[in-house]
């Protein structure tokens, strides 16, 4: 289904609204969850709020493709493709490195109450914006945009898998799930990245 310019134009501001209400939560996310990790000993809470720094940027790229209108430079949505991967390389590497080193040295994540509570209130409003944003991006078929929406998705998913790894810890004490869930996310991270690498050259070659 096709939309007029009219309707493009607003679901193109609302996809520019999704993306600036995701930077707002991820810059909050970064200084609340590092706080929260670092007064309960943390390093999946300090891990989390570090990793949503990389979601800032790929949100900040999607805000600057959607500005260029409805039919942007390909070159531009090369460029917002290539970036946006690297922000999903960037997530795997840093889940993978934080991962390892956990397992490595036997880190036990420490117990906060308050960051279970506000992980449990990110993972609702993550999936809540990524559903929001796939639906945008179909309507205005933003590959970029919608590339982003699986970004945030993984980043309610990292809520989830360090929810449940804090309670396993403090029911079983498996100390090592934490870092499991995490290199598990880290593997979907590395897929998408590929995937937007190969949507940057499909770009290339249909120019």
Known sequence: MTT?????????R???????????????????TIGLGLAAGSLALVAFGLSSMIEVFASTVVIWHLREGRNPAPHRTRLAFKL??????ALAVFLFVTSIR????????????????YLALTAVVMFTLAGFKRRTARSIVSGPLEAEARMTFLDGCLCIG??????????????????????????????????????????????
Do not use: K, Y
Request: glycine letters at 10%.
């Open 102 to 117: 956990s397992l490595i040295l036997g880190l036990h994540p420490g117990e906060s109450p308050l960051g279970i509570a």
């Open 14 to 32: 609302r996809g520019i609204c999704l993306e600036w209400a995701t930077t707002g939560w991820n810059l909050m996310e970064v200084f609340v």
């Open 84 to 89: 946006i991967s690297t922000a999903f390389f």
């Open 4 to 12: 007029t310019q009219t309707d493009h134009n607003a679901l193109q």
């Open 162 to 207: 360090i929810l449940v790894a804090l309670g396993v810890n403090i029911l079983f004490e498996f100390w090592w799930a934490d870092a499991v869930a995490a290199l598990g996310i880290g593997m979907f991270a590395a897929r998408e990245g590929l995937e937007s690498l190969q949507n940057s050259r499909d770009t290339f070659r249909n120019t």
